[in-house]
Structures are given as structure tokens and as C-alpha cells.
């Protein structure tokens, strides 16, 4: 956090830009001087000392160094121990957004030099640049684009350990160090102004709670996930589409063909799988604020179209249409006389004044009729064409009408399509509750899959509802078809309001027909004469390993049974399928997961292209490796070729929202290149090098016996005490981060069953283990470099051209590198059984591995500003893992009688390394 200085006088160089290295120094002198002055000269000698010598550690690379540490940690009180993690909490989150400041400005160097013939990596005039040059000829171009369908969606899984008014206190920061940036001139004066101002904001926000005194609510969840939609993604959607209209224009003939391709999702307030707090009233209450904060958008963004368009109708020809609708509008909405005396000159701003009226209207009253979206569309278009016919097309507010109407398109008045999500065991006791009140079936569950089958065919196809008198149903029964009951009045008022919804854990085919015979009870899903009418998508989600090797035989026989192939031509012979990349990898490991995935969206790409199904995976990413996070759009060009149609849909959970969409340019660049990578590969549909069969039978053995490895240690009988001792996992438990409980039972008493992949993560990261990311992986590599020593030779070439391959290798190494097994041993201290030294070892197998493959002296050397970035990081997050240890230590000796502050001064750590680590499930 100092400013440190070589014998030469000079600054230490950490191999990082000089803007981005001038922006860490002045945060690092910045937050020490206020805690000097907010706690004393003793608490900020002391901060001063312990990074000095977690540096002097970290350069000789000695352990013993890092234990001696620890006896001058303990002997601090509780208080000083809060300051050095609030000090180095702030430190981390402002040295991550000066990160992202710098990629923004680097970003922004290169798009100023960007040409056609030299478009800027990963934006989508390169994609677009790249198809023109592989021979995509211009019909085949405005097909793709037409079917591009790219569906981000948001998720309240509890991985963002920020308060709200941490957050805005940060960016407020942010706005003030932007300010600083090399290509802002500001005066001696303005820049020493801003400084001040940033000193002001770090003494305010070390004097803020770092953690929420309440778990968080749905509401509170919903509300951020708004805050989002309504900001940067709202600001940066329709700069999107127009590069990717304007990229066609520069190198086709179709540059007025760019459909609104990209819509956001949510899952934030339909997201009911182990969430008791997301109640049909919760469900409905998000439905009305996605749809107000639509609304009061299109309000604001018609307010300021309305100071624009100040044209007089005695300067120019107005067209006869535009008249004629303002004559028809006063014959149904009462303007205020005054205004329409006042304006009577000018059509355009009465036109729009009209539409606020109506959206006021609507917003009072959505079930009366007063409004639609696709009226709205109708008037924004009538605007578009009068100023064309006026000959004012090339006027700004050309520019902003036309966002708006793409705005109108891909938010609607819906804001975002909301899933609704629930766990098959949930159907399947509501459903035999059902069958047994009305005498159909006295114990369903018990049936056969083929005898279920059966008899929810024979159900779907009785007009018959099964039971009505509600007051004989379970509250469960009453609540899951009071949400189908939600679904049919909302997607009646709008059909877009309502996703998808989608089957946790689907394991048999009756899983899906369960849902389809709880649509047809609400009057949601109708079959007359053989028909069916619905407009419900019903999504089935594959998390274990097991399901993921049984979803294409599955998802086979649910295309060729009757009935559902009725339901999808209902759906326009269009399925959605979900992979769960956290469950998976928690099941089996790292790379098996990978395998797992990769070969199921092969085998179920296969299928659904046999039977003729047009088809969207929608991939369950998190933020971290261990949980299928990584970068997004090398894991686009890593998907199998048979995978590849333009159709994706992928969420984006807790940390990752805040990191991608807190700034509009982060938000669009993170954006364009999702875009670019979907383009390129959705025309890129030859087979690749990893089609060849020594590569895929090498890969199984891989993932199979890396498998093996990871559920020996898992299923050793004594590493869940062991985990539970050593890692933070009973506070994580006790975050008040999200609604929703990490397991399905009390944090103390959690076993590995009933724990969430997200909390699994999390502790892990936290020790700086990083085990989910990397952990089996060396020793299957090296058993089959052993068995036949040309297996190396074969694995270079993977790495270097095998994408999917390079993609698992690169995200392993990426973990290795971010693990610190110095700091893992001292949390192994906690607890006196053996696992660390196995662990260890196999780091040690795994990283020899990746170097030999990727032919690298250090990992990362390929990429040399992640490498220096954890290099900067290691000895400030070593000072919080060692005071973290400290406090598990006292709160061990306390467990009689632990105190609150002792548990907000871990929860304080866990935040702090978060921050540092940049990542927490």
C-alpha cells in the first residue's frame, strides 16, 4: 500500500502501466494518511510494517518469514486488527477500479485506431470483418444476423459481499480518479481539488460498515439488479446494435437489417430453488417494478426528446400523417388546453406529449388497455418517418428517437423477461398431492418412470382440472400454482414479461410433463383437437455429472414422445436447454465438469438437430474458474462446433454484475466481445482439431481419472471436518449477502451435500486453496504422460490448437497462479489433520503440468499483466488471510460465548479478500 522506493531512489517498477501505477500509489498514500489520522500513528506504523514484511516474504519466497508474522498479529487487540482489514478492504477496491479505468483507456487508445481494414480484437467490426474475409456471402450474412439471439441474464446468487452504499461510495471515487486519467487536462489547482475530494470520500467510507446489519431481502435484490438494467446495460444496448448495423453497413449492403439481438434476462424475484423468501407476492412485486422501471425510462427518454424537438410547423412541411394522428389523439386523451394552445405550432412535441400521456396512463392502470408496446413502437416509428419526410433525418434527435425505438424493442415495457425457477422434487410432490385429492393415483412417486409417464399424458390430454377445493391443499400445492396462476395473468397482459421456466435438477422426462400438467391446471398450457397452445417454455436444467452424460438420451425421448413434440410445435419447435457449470463441478472436479459439458452439448446438439429442434444452451456460468467462470468469449469459441448456431443465453452472478456493469464502457466492451465471439463461431461450424479421436479418448481419460482423484479427497471421511475447521465456511454461511441461505440447513451444521457450490467456492478462495479450479488435474496428466511418454507431445498440440483444450488449460493455470500455498498451510494449522501436504502435492503435479504443456518457465508468462497483477496483490492479501487465521483462532477459543464484534471483524476479512482476490464463488 506505500509508495515503495529502490536504493536507487527510484519507484519500485511492478511491471504495470505508468498511469495505472501512478493511480495505486495515490490510493495507497491516500487511505494511509486517513487512517493515521482516524486511528492513530500506531495503527498506521503498524499496517505500514506488516505489508513491509509480507513484501520482504513475498521477494525471498522464505515461509518462515510469513510465520513470523504471525506472533505480531496476535498480539494486536481486536480494534487494530478491524483498521489494517478496513484499511486494506479499501485499498483492493479502489486499486480495482483504477484496473478498470486503465482497460477502459487502453480500450479507447485502440479504438481511436481502428480502421476498417484494421478493425480493434475482440469488437464487432473485427467479427464482421473476419466473416467478410472468410467468403460469407451477403444472403448468408443477413440470415446469421437474423438469427442472432444473445439473452445475458441476471442472478441474486449471493456472491457480491459489497454493501449498497459501499458501492456508491466507491463510485463516487471512481468518478473522481477518472478524473485523473492522462488524457483529462486539469489544472494544478483542479487536480489538487480532486485529490482532496478523494481523500474526503476514503475517510468517509472507512468510517462506514462494511457489512449490512440484515441479510439482505428479495426487494433489496430486485432493486439492485434494476439499478443495473436501468443504467449502464439500458445506456450501452443500443450502442451495440448500431455497431454491429454500422459494421454491416461498412462491409455489406444490410446496415438497416441489425435486429434487437440482445435482451437482458432475470432470474432476481422468479428464482425460487431453495429460496422460501421468493413468494408468488415477491414474484408479482418484481413484475411491477421491471415493468415502472421501463416505464419511467421511456418517460425521461420522451421528456428529453421532447426539448429536442422544438420544429415549427410554419419552418417546415410537416407530414399529413403526423397531423392527422395528433387530430385522432385529441379525440382520445385530454391535454391540457394551455399546452396544446402553446405548442400548437409544434406537432412534434404535441405527438409526444400525447405518448407521455399514455404511458401515464398505462402505468396506473396496465390491465386497462390505455397503452401497448407495440402502439408505442407504432408512434416512435410515426416520429422517425415524419422527420425523414421533413427532411430532418440527420438532426440528434434522429440519433436519440432511433435509441429509443431499439430501446422499445428490446426492453419493451417489461424492462427484462423474468424465469421462473423451481426444483423438480417440488412438482413431483404437488403433482402426486394433486393426483392423489382427486383420485387418479394414490402414491405417484412411487410409479415407474414409464407408469408416470403414462398417466401425466393421459392428464394433459383430459380437459378435466384435477382438484379445485383449494382449502384441502398443502401450502406448498397452493403456493406453486398460485406462481402458475402469476404466469397466466402476466403473460396474457404481456407475453415477454415472463421467461422461461425452468426444472432444477431434471433427471426423467416426466419431470417436464409434471410442468406441463401444472400449466394446463391454471388454463396456462391447452390441448384441443391434438393442438396445443401455450406460450410457456419449459426448460430443463442438467447440474451433475450423471445428468450431464444422461441429457441427450433424454431430452431423445422427449422428442420422440407425442405429446411434448405437440407442446414444441406449440413453441415453434424451439428448446431451450440449461447446463449447470457449479453443481457439476462440485460433483466431479474441474476438468471432468468441463468434459462433462462439452460432451453434452455435442450429444444434445446431435439430437436436437436429428429430430429437427431448433435449440439455445443456456450456459449456468458463476464468476469464479471453479464455478465456469473465466473469460466469456473464449468459452464461446471453445464450444463444440455442432453447438454453434448464434443462440446463447448465460447468467451473470453477484460480483461479476457489478465488475461488468457498473460503467457503461466496461458493460459494452465486456458486451462486443461476447458478440464478436458468437458471430465468429456461428459461422465457424467445420469441425476442429479436437474432432480427432486420439484427442477426445485422451481428454476422457483425463477427465475420468482426474475424477478419481478429486472424490478420493472428497470422500475421505474426515476432510468435511477438516474443511470446516480451516476455512471460513460457518461465517460465510452467515453473510447477510443474499436472501437466499447457502444450504438447506443451519451454517453450523452443514454437511458437503446440503452445501451450495457458490459457499464451496467461496471457502476455498478464500484460503487461497483455489482446490475447485484446478484440483485432480495433475494427477491424471502426469499417470498419462507415464503410461506413454509421446502423450506430452499430443498435449502440446492440443494447447495449440484445440480451443476448448487451450480454454481448460488456460483457466487451470489461472487458478495455480492465484493459489498461495504458503498462506493455504497456515490455514491448514487450524485443524491437526494431514489433508494440506496432499493438496500440495497434487498443486505441485498440476502446476508442473501446465508448464510442460504450455512449454512456459512461470505460469501465466503468456499473460504478463495477470501475472504482475497477482504479484502486486500477493503480500496485502497475504496481511488479511494471516489476520484472518488470527480471528478463526479466537473465534475457536470463544465458541462458549463468541462476541458480535469478533463476528463482524471476520466478516470484515472475508470482504477484504474478496476484494483482493477479485473473485468469491
Known amino acids: 500500500m506505500a509508495e515503495k522506493k529502490t536504493t536507487t531512489g527510484k519507484k519500485r517498477s511492478r511491471g504495470i502501466t505508468e498511469p495505472l501505477q501512478y493511480k495505486i500509489d495515490l490510493i495507497g498514500r491516500l487511505v494511509r494518511q486517513v487512517v493515521r489520522r482516524q486511528a492513530g500513528a500506531d495503527t498506521a506504523r503498524t499496517i505500514e510494517d506488516l505489508m513491509d514484511l509480507c513484501e520482504a516474504a513475498a521477494r525471498s519466497d522464505q515461509w518462515r518469514t510469513h510465520t513470523g508474522l504471525q506472533p505480531r498479529i496476535q498480539a494486536l487487540d481486536l480494534d487494530q486488527l478491524v483498521w489494517i482489514c478496513r484499511a486494506f478492504t479499501t485499498f483492493f477496491h479502489l486499486i480495482n477500479e483504477a484496473e478498470r479505468q486503465e482497460i477502459t483507456r487502453i480500450n479507447r487508445l485502440a479504438a481511436q485506431k481502428e480502421t476498417p481494414e484494421r478493425p480493434r480484437k475482440g469488437s464487432i467490426l473485427e467479427a464482421v470483418h473476419h466473416l467478410k474475409q472468410q467468403g460469407i456471402s451477403e444472403p448468408d450474412m443477413d440470415l446469421l444476423v437474423r438469427e442472432l439471439d444473445i439473452e445475458p441474464t441476471l442472478t441474486a446468487h449471493p456472491t457480491e459481499v459489497r454493501r449498497g452504499t459501499i458501492l456508491f461510495k466507491q463510485n463516487r471515487i471512481a468518478g473522481l480518479l477518472a478524473r485523473l486519467s492522462p488524457d483529462r487536462v486539469l489544472s494544478g489547482r483542479d487536480r489538487a481539488d480532486t485529490i482532496d475530494r478523494i481523500a474526503h470520500e476514503v475517510a468517509l467510507l472507512l468510517v462506514t460498515d462494511d457489512v449490512r446489519p440484515d441479510r439482505l431481502r428479495v426487494q433489496d435484490e430486485v432493486k439492485n439488479g434494476i439499478y443495473y438494467q436501468t443504467h449502464a446495460i439500458w445506456e450501452t444496448l443500443p450502442r451495440i446494435i448500431g455497431d454491429l448495423r454500422e459494421a454491416l453497413g461498412t462491409y455489406f449492403d444490410i446496415s438497416d437489417q441489425a435486429p434487437p439481438f ?51 410547423s410554419l419552418r417546415v412541411a410537416v407530414p399529413h400523417a403526423l397531423m392527422e394522428d395528433i387530430q385522432h389523439e385529441a379525440d382520445t386523451i385530454a391535454l391540457d388546453p394551455d399546452e396544446v394552445h402553446r405548442y400548437r405550432f409544434e406537432p412534434f412535441r404535441l405527438k409526444i406529449a400525447c405518448m407521455l400521456e399514455r404511458l401515464k396512463q398505462f402505468k396506473t392502470d396496465p390491465a386497462g388497455g390505455a397503452y401497448s408496446v407495440s402502439q408505442f413502437q407504432d408512434d416512435l416509428a410515426l416520429l422517425k418517418n415524419s422527420l425523414t419526410h421533413s427532411g430532418l433525418g440527420a438532426l440528434s434527435a434522429y440519433r436519440s428517437l432511433s435509441d429509443l425505438m431499439v430501446r422499445s424493442r428490446v426492453f419493451g415495457f417489461h424492462l427484462a423477461a423474468l424465469d421462473i425457477r423451481q426444483h423438480s422434487r417440488v412438482h413431483e410432490a404437488v403433482i402426486a398431492e394433486l393426483l392423489r385429492l382427486s383420485g387418479v393415483s394414490e402414491n405417484y412417486p412411487a410409479l415407474a418412470e414409464s407408469e408416470k409417464v403414462a398417466l401425466l399424458e393421459k392428464e394433459l390430454a383430459n380437459p378435466r382440472p384435477l382438484y379445485r377445493n383449494r382449502e384441502d391443499l398443502s401450502d406448498q400445492t397452493v403456493e406453486l400454482l398460485d406462481v402458475f396462476n402469476l404466469m397466466r395473468r402476466e403473460m396474457r397482459r404481456d407475453e415477454k414479461a415472463v421467461g422461461a421456466y425452468i426444472v432444477s435438477m431434471t433427471h426423467t422426462v416426466s419431470d417436464l410433463l409434471e410442468v406441463l400438467l401444472l400449466a394446463k391446471e391454471v388454463g396456462l398450457w391447452r390441448m384441443k383437437g391434438g393442438v396445443v397452445t401455450t406460450p410457456l417454455d419449459v426448460v430443463p436444467l442438467f447440474e451433475t455429472i450423471d445428468d450431464l452424460e444422461g441429457a441427450a438420451p433424454l431430452m431423445a425421448s422427449l422428442y420422440n414422445h ?87 443465453r448465460f447468467t451473470e452472478q453477484g460480483e461479476v454484475i457489478s465488475f461488468r456493469y457498473a460503467r457503461p464502457f466496461i458493460a459494452r466492451r465486456h458486451l462486443e466481445q461476447i458478440v464478436n465471439a458468437v458471430l465468429q463461431t456461428a459461422y465457424d461450424t467445420e469441425c476442429d482439431v479436437g474432432c480427432s479421436p486420439p484427442m477426445q479418448a485422451l481428454m476422457a481419460r483425463i477427465a475420468s481419472q482426474s475424477m478419481q482423484a478429486y472424490r478420493r479427497l472428497i470422500d475421505d471421511a474426515q476432510l468435511w471436518q477438516w474443511y470446516k475447521q480451516i476455512t471460513p465456511i460457518e461465517h460465510i454461511g452467515s453473510l447477510p449477502i443474499a436472501s437466499r441461505p447457502v444450504s438447506r440447513v443451519s451454517a453450523s451444521e452443514v454437511q458437503f451435500d446440503d452445501l451450495r457450490a457458490i459457499p464451496w467456492v467461496f471457502s476455498w478462495t478464500q484460503t487461497r486453496y483455489n482446490l475447485p479450479g484446478w484440483y485432480g488435474a495433475g494427477t491424471a496428466i502426469a499417470e498419462e504422460i507415464a503410461h506413454d511418454p509421446k502423450t506430452l507431445a499430443l498435449l502440446q498440440e492440443m494447447w495449440q490448437s484445440w480451443p476448448f483444450f487451450r480454454t481448460v488449460v488456460e483457466n487451470v493455470q489461472l487458478e495455480l497462479a492465484r493459489t498461495r500455498m504458503e498462506i493455504a498451510r497456515a490455514y491448514s494449522g487450524l485443524s491437526e489433520k494431514p489433508f494440506h501436504d496432499i493438496i500440495a502435492a497434487e498443486f505441485e503435479k498440476t502446476r508442473a503440468a501446465v508448464l510442460k504443456i504450455t512449454g512456459q518457465e512461470r505460469l501465466l508468462d503468456n499473460h504478463m499483466a495477470i501475472q504482475q497483477s497477482i504479484v502486486l496483490r500477493n503480500p496485502y492479501t497475504d496481511v488479511l488471510n494471516l489476520i484472518q487465521i488470527e480471528l478463526l483462532k479466537r473465534w475457536a477459543a470463544s465458541s462458549d460465548k463468541p462476541s458480535i464484534p469478533l463476528r463482524q471483524a471476520l466478516f470484515l476479512s472475508i470482504n477484504g479478500i474478496a476484494a483482493a482476490m477479485q473473485s468469491t464463488g
Open 562 to 648: 407425442a405429446l411434448y413434440r405437440r407442446h414444441l410445435k406449440a413453441r415453434g419447435d424451439f428448446q431451450e436447454i440449461m447446463l449447470g457449470y457449479s453443481d457439476s463441478n462440485k460433483d466431479g472436479g474441474f476438468w471432468m465438469a468441463n468434459w462433462a459439458l462439452h460432451k453434452g452439448q455435442e450429444r444434445l446438439s446431435d439430437v436436437c438437430l436429428q429430430n429437427n429442434i431448433r435449440f439455445r444452451f443456456f450456459h449456468g456460468r458463476g464468476g469464479s474458474v471453479g464455478r465456469g467462470g473465466g473469460r466469456a468469449n473464449q468459452a464461446i469459441f471453445a464450444n463444440p462446433v455442432q453447438s454453434r448456431n448464434g443462440r446463447m
Open 262 to 312: 440482445l435482451r437482458f434476462r432475470s432470474w432476481i424475484g422468479g428464482d425460487r430453488d431453495g429460496n422460501p423468501f421468493v413468494t408468488p407476492a415477491i414474484t408479482a412485486r418484481t413484475l411491477d417494478a421491471h415493468r415502472n422501471a421501463a416505464l419511467d425510462n421511456h418517460r425521461k427518454a420522451l421528456e428529453a426528446l421532447w426539448q429536442e424537438m422544438s420544429i415549427s
